[in-house]
C-alpha cells in the first residue's frame, strides 16, 4: 500500500488546515490509521488515531483542535486542523497505527507561520 498526503500550505497561526491521505489500496481492513508529524529535529510522532469502529484518539497537543477522520469507499483518511499554532509546523504522514507498516511516502508540509 502506497500512501500520498497532501493538503500542507503556509498559514497563519489560527488557521486551519485539511489534510488528506489516500492509499493506493483498500484500507478497509486496516484496523487504526493515524496521522504523524515530523518536526524539524524531532522525532517523528503519533498525534491522531481512527479505527474502523469510528473511534478516535489524538495527541494531548493537539485534542480540541485537529479533527480525524476517514472514508473507506475512497481509500482516504483526513485531519481537520484548526487553531493552528506554530509549533504544529511539522511534514505530516498518514500510516497505520499504533505500529505503521507500510512506506512512508513523502508526506505534506504544514507550516504556521505569520
Known amino acids: 500500500v502506497q500512501l500520498q498526503a497532501s493538503g500542507g500550505g503556509l498559514v497563519q497561526p489560527g488557521g486551519s488546515l485539511r489534510l488528506s491521505c489516500t492509499a493506493s489500496a483498500s484500507i478497509f481492513m486496516i484496523r487504526v490509521m493515524g496521522w504523524y508529524r515530523q518536526a524539524p529535529g524531532k522525532q517523528r510522532e503519533l498525534v491522531a488515531t481512527?479505527?474502523?469502529?469510528?473511534?478516535?484518539n489524538y495527541a494531548d497537543s493537539v485534542k480540541g483542535r485537529f479533527t480525524i477522520s476517514r472514508d473507506n469507499a475512497k481509500n482516504t483518511v483526513y485531519l481537520q486542523m484548526n487553531s493552528l499554532k506554530p509549533e504544529d509546523t511539522a511534514v505530516y504522514y498518514c500510516?497505520?497505527?499504533?505500529?505503521?507498516?507500510?512506506?512512508w511516502g513523502q508526506g505534506t508540509l504544514v507550516t504556521v507561520s505569520s
Open positions: 481512527i479505527a474502523s469502529s469510528g473511534d478516535t
Open positions: 500510516n497505520s497505527a499504533p505500529s505503521p507498516l507500510f512506506s
